[in-house]
Nanobody, 121 residues
């Protein structure tokens, strides 16, 4: 499974961005899809994850109420709508595919190359 992410860029504080991840392969709907991020000099951290059908989601406390994860199984895409962005949201954002609705990166088997989000103050 390949997971190229797109939609990153430079945005001002309070702005919005929508990240997309387009999966290859036939088994997209069998995977839990997640977003993680890694800021410069920091470890990768969990952002959000969505269940197979899209019915269940989990969010990191730091993004709850501002970010929304969704998926379109017909298009084999997962999205991350990011609103009210803050400078501390600056990071490379990675799309990942796994089997468990979890915030642990060890539960994800496939990772994309990431897209950079920069939030200016």
């Amino acid at each position: 499974v390949q997971l190229p992410a797109s939609g990153g860029g430079l945005v001002q504080t309070g702005g919005s961005l929508r990240l997309s991840c387009a999966a290859s392969g036939r088994t997209f709907s069998f995977y839990v899809m997640g977003w993680f991020r890694q800021a410069p000099g920091k470890e990768r951290e969990f952002v959000a994850t969505v269940w197979l059908s899209g019915g269940s989601t989990l969010y990191a406390d730091s993004v709850k109420g501002r970010f929304t994860i969704s998926r379109d199984n017909a298009k084999k895409k997962v999205y991350l709508q990011m609103n009210s962005l803050k400078p501390e949201d600056t990071a490379v954002y990675y799309c990942a595919a796994g089997r468990t609705l979890s915030g642990s990166s060890s539960q994800y088997d496939h990772w994309g190359q990431g897209t950079l989000v920069t939030v200016s103050s």
